[in-house]
Structures are given as C-alpha cells and as structure tokens.
C-alpha cells in the first residue's frame, strides 16, 4: 500500500545547511556534545523504523479501527500495534529527548521534532498514542511535585505508560471555562474525581501497561469560568509506591467514537466515577499548567499536518510519473508509449509542487520553531531564553494552524493527482485527506489558532514579539538586499514584510474601536503571518541553492525550483488574505442571526 521514505536528504538541508543546528547546539551546555554525525544517525534509524515498523500498519489500522468492549470497557488498538509499541520502547524512541534524571537520553527537541515528523508520515494514528505520552510527560516535568515526577516520569519517559489530556465535555470543547467535572479532597490528600470527558484519544487502549489521564476539574466553591479549573492526574491503574500496579481506578470508557479518520486512534467516552486523583499545580490554575501540555501538543499537531503532506506528496509523485494519460500540449514526451506520464501536464505539476512546497516550508518552520525551544529551555544567557521564548509563544498558533490548514489542501491536490483512483480506499490517498482533516479542529481549531496569534500573542503586547521576529527578516534582507540574484525572493519577501507591519497596524486601530473587528480579520492575518514565515524561510534556502546548483548535487536545483513556484504560485495567496483581513466585520455581521 503505497510507500513511505523519511526524507533524510531534506531534514539534513534544513539542519545542517539552513539552521546551523550543530553550532547553535554548542551554545547550549547541556547539548553540546551533538554533532551532525549523532544527528543523521538518529535520523537514519528514525526512517527505518518508521518505514518499516509503522508504515505498513497504517492502512490496516484504518481499515480495521479500535473495537470496544462495552462490558468490561477495554479497548483493542488495531492488528500490530501493540507489537509495534512494544518494538517502539524497546528500542528507547520514547526517551529520545526526555531529561535523564528520569531515564531519559537527553537529546535536543529539534532531534525529536523531526522524528515525530517521520512517525506522523508512517502512521499518524499509531503516533497519536506516544504523542500524548510526551505532552503528559512535558506537563508533569514542568509542573509535578517531586514525588509525582518520581513516581511517574520513568514509566512515561520509558513509554511503560502512556499518557492522555482530559479536557473536552460534551458541551464544551473550546471554552472550557465551562466545564463541569469535580473533585473533592480526600482525607489522605487526594481527590476523588467525578465526571464525563468525551473525545478523548487514546483514553483507552490495550498497548501500555498503564495510562495516566491529566485531568480538567473544579474544585468545591471554585471561581467560576477558567479561572477556576485545577488540573489532577488520575491513573487507570493507581501505582505502587515502587512503581508496580495497584487497584484499577473507576475511570473508564463507555464508548469510542466512529470518526472520519485516524480510526486506528481509539477516541474515547471517558466517565470518572469517583475516580483518584492528585492535584498538579496549584488549586484553580490548572489551565495554566495544561498549557504547557497544550502548547507541546498545538507542535505536534502541525507535525501531523506536515507528516501528511510529506506522505501524501511521496505517493503522488511515484503515481504521476507512472500513469499515463493523454499527451503533453507542448509535443509527445513518451513516444515509446501510448501516452505521455501525467507529470508532464502542468496543472498535475502544480498540485505536486504545492504539496512539496507545504512540505519543505514546514519542515524548514517546525525545525527552527523546535529549535528555538531547545535555546529557550537550555540557553546560559537569560535574555535568549526570553527572545526565544516570545517566538515560540508567537510562532506557535502559526505552526499549529498554517502546517494543517496547507496539508488539507496538499493532501487534497494530492488525491486529485490519481483522478478517480484518489478516491478509492485501496490506493491510501483517501485516507490522508481524511487523516488530515482532524487536525485543523482539535487542540484548538485553527480559529482559535488565528484569534490567539492577532489577540494574545500581536495586539496585547503591541505587536512586540511580532516586531522581534520581524527584526530578523529586515536582517536578511538588508544582508541580501544587494544581491541581484536573489532579488526574486526579497522584493516580494520585503513586500509582504512591510503589508504585514500595516495590515497589523490597521487591525489592531479597528478592533480597539470594536473587537469584532479583530474576530473578523483573524483567520485570513494567521495565513498572511505564515505566508511571511514560510517566505523568510524559503528566501533564506534559495539563497544556499543559488550557490551550490552548479555543485552536481540535484537536491539544490530541486530546492531552488520549488523556492521559485513556492514565490509565484503560493506567496500572492497573500493579496487577496490581505484584502480579506481589511474588509472589515460589517458583511459579517450585518446580517440577522434568524435571516441567515
Ligand atoms: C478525533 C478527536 C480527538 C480529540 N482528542 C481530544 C483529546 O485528546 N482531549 C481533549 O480534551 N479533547 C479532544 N478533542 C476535542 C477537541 O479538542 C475539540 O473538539 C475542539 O477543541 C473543539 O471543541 P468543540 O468540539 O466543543 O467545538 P466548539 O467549542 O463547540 O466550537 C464549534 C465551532 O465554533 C467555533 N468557535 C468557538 N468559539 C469561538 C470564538 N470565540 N470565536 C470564533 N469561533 C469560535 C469553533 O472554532 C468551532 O468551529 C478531540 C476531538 C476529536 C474530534
């Protein structure tokens, strides 16, 4: 079913050519023993058990999906993928960037960032699970008490256990100031927790020994709405002191969800009857501590959006160069064939260049995002860590929403590229495009994406972070500026800087007078902010290519001619964004909600 190479040749460009990933690591004490060699190494195995292990279960995990069994409430992940866990720990992948101090093998997130790309592209519903263990994993390392990481971190860090965040209830996902589970406190200081969540993935499942759910509950007499939420961990199985496994705790699924996709991903119903469970953090601060969790997942999923357009574009482009259809406008280009391959028409070259596009300019993106996260946690010098903890905060909701919302239309254009036969289940193509589409709702939809970037993270701060990053574009291109060769990729780079500064500017001056305004313009400004993103980016990798194309080496003419489509066909997405943003919230708004 298809094929699935990691591309091992790409992420190296991105880390050794464009970030510098080596020498920005030897700043870091803590990392900097990590060279290129370690690096591809890591990668290299990373491909094989991802193409090997994860891959061919993929299409059999949808077919198949999780089956649940309502009397004793477990469920079954699909054929192979309790093996493949168990290949997966035995191997130590889930330890990869873990803190040693608890069982881990310390590497950088870039490292491990990459990785999960790889995964995502085999087998994103398999990846779900792990996925969720690192999140939970990252909440209790910021914000366990020692006991807590003691007792719990080796288990998540050797992937004995895994993890899973229990926000949602039926009737409030997005505002979950709403919610309505509650805890009380035990004599012996823990709580008893009672509730229901829905949507919960892989609240259930029969591949780890354990599974800790970090739970959303109030507290008796807490503050209404977000401000009084507290956040517990609540064990299936209450530990021992010494780590073994006590009584099972009454958290339970009552059902799983039948979904559009990830269906190899169990979706559960959970219901907390007086469950167990220990505050993390401080009462009524939960969501605080959650975010921590949130924000490590809102990565993780724009990784899921670029793994699938990775994948999607690999199988696409074997199909385009093997079908054969019609012949080329231009004059026969097979002549030995009774008709030219499709990749010669231009508009199956544009949906191709659009999903390697997408692909390239995220892995570029998410590397450096991932990155940047490294130097936040590790950097000696504090005023690094504060300047790359602001892009993160801002890039965040960015990687979130723009990696997804391009890989629905990748793996879309990519299903387009096999006609009729895109839409068959047997080629796999459907189920990228239904994969992908999840990935644009949960961890916030990619509307709360948009409105978190324009409201919290550019006009509360006055667009200081905004203007931080934007510093380092104006940077390379007054260092490239002069350069005529590379004026295709600055002018229009220069161009979309500037807009952004007004177009925000405008923004924040309309929506001060009213904050519908704001809620109008955010979603096309998210896609307008990425847009100058993945310019920078693709600017930055033009210019290297520029330099070695004559080296021999095709990778960079490759590179360099998708920089040049990225710039023609996708960049002027950002004149009619622009002219959307500014059109203000009156035609939204002006209509009646019962003359809708
Ligand atoms: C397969 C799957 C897996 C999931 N996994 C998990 C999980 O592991 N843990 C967990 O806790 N949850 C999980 N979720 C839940 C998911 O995070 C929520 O579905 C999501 O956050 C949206 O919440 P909702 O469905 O209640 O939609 P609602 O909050 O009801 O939103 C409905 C629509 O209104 C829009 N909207 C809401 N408020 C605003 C606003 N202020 N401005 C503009 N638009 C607005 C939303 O963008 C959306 O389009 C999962 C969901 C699915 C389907």
Not at 132 to 153: D, F, I, K, R, V
Request: charged share 20%.
């Amino acid at each position: 079913m298809g094929q699935y190479v990691a591309p091992l040749r790409d992420m190296q460009f991105v880390m050794h050519e464009l970030l510098h990933v080596e020498d920005e690591l030897k700043q870091l004490p803590k990392h900097a023993e990590i060279d290129a060699d370690i690096i591809n190494q890591v990668l290299e195995e990373g491909g094989k058990f991802t193409s090997q292990v994860l891959f061919p279960l993929n299409h059999s995990g949808d077919r198949e999906g999780c089956h649940h069994d309502k009397a004793t409430h477990t469920v079954t992940a699909p054929k192979g993928f309790k093996e493949a866990y168990k290949q997966y720990v035995e191997a130590g992948w889930p330890s990869l960037s873990c803190d040693p101090e608890f069982g881990g093998q310390g590497l950088p997130l870039v490292i491990n960032n990459s990785f999960y790309e790889m995964m995502n592209s085999a087998n994103q519903a398999w990846t779900m699970y792990p996925g969720l263990s690192h999140g939970a994993y990252e909440c209790l390392h910021a914000h366990g008490t020692p006991e807590q990481q003691a007792l719990y971190l080796p288990k998540l860090v050797s992937g004995e256990w895994t993890g899973t965040m229990c926000l949602t209830e039926s009737h409030c996902g997005t505002d979950l100031g709403m919610l309505r589970s509650k805890a009380e406190l035990q004599a012996d200081g823990s709580y008893s927790i009672t509730g229901s969540k829905i949507f919960i993935s892989a609240g259930e499942h029969d591949m780890s020994q354990n599974i800790i759910h970090l739970v959303l509950a109030r507290l008796p007499g807490a503050p209404e709405g977000s401000k009084g939420i507290s956040l517990f961990l609540v064990p299936k199985f209450l530990p021992n002191a010494d780590g073994s496994l006590g009584a099972r705790n009454p958290i339970t699924c009552g059902a799983i969800e039948e979904k559009m996709g990830i269906h190899g991903n169990s979706t559960c119903q959970m219901n907390l009857d007086g469950a167990t469970g220990w505050l993390i953090g401080s009462p009524h601060k939960g969501l605080n501590a959650m975010f921590v969790f949130m924000n490590a997942a809102r990565l993780g999923v724009g990784m899921q959006g670029l793994g699938l357009t990775e994948v999607a574009y690999q199988n696409a482009l074997v199909y385009a160069k093997d079908r054969i259809q019609m012949r080329s406008l231009s004059g026969i280009k097979a002549p030995d064939r009774p008709a030219d391959p499709i990749i010669v028409h231009p508009d199956v070259r544009r949906m191709l260049l659009t999903a390697k596009a997408y692909a390239e300019g995220a892995r570029a993106f998410c590397s450096y995002v991932a990155l940047q996260l490294d130097k936040e946690l590790n950097h000696p010098d504090e005023q690094v860590r504060k300047d790359c903890a602001d892009e993160v905060a801002l890039l965040t909701p960015v990687v979130k929403a723009f990696i997804t919302d391009n890989a629905w239309t990748a793996t879309s254009e990519c299903m387009q590229v096999y006609g009729g036969h895109g839409f068959i289940a047997e080629w796999g193509m459907e189920q990228y495009v239904r994969d992908a589409r999840i990935n644009m709702i949960y961890e916030g939809t990619n509307t709360i994406q948009s409105l978190d970037l324009l409201g919290r993270k550019v006009l509360m701060d006055n667009g200081a972070k905004l203007k931080k990053f934007g510093a380092k574009v104006q940077a390379f291109i007054e260092e490239n500026g002069a350069d005529e060769a590379l004026s295709e990729f600055i002018t229009p780079l220069a161009d979309l800087g500037d807009k952004v500064s007004k177009l925000t500017m405008e923004i924040g001056m309309k929506a001060f007078q009213n904050p519908d305004e704001a809620g109008a313009a955010a979603v096309p400004y998210l896609r307008v902010v990425g847009h100058l993103v993945y310019a920078y980016f693709f600017a930055q990798m033009a210019k290297i290519a520029l330099a070695k194309q004559d080296s021999g080496d095709k990778f960079y003419v490759s590179k360099l001619a998708t920089a040049r489509f990225y710039f023609a066909r996708l960049l002027p997405e950002t004149a009619m964004l622009i002219r959307q943003a500014r059109s203000g919230s009156g035609s939204l708004m002006a209509l009646d909600a019962d003359l809708f």
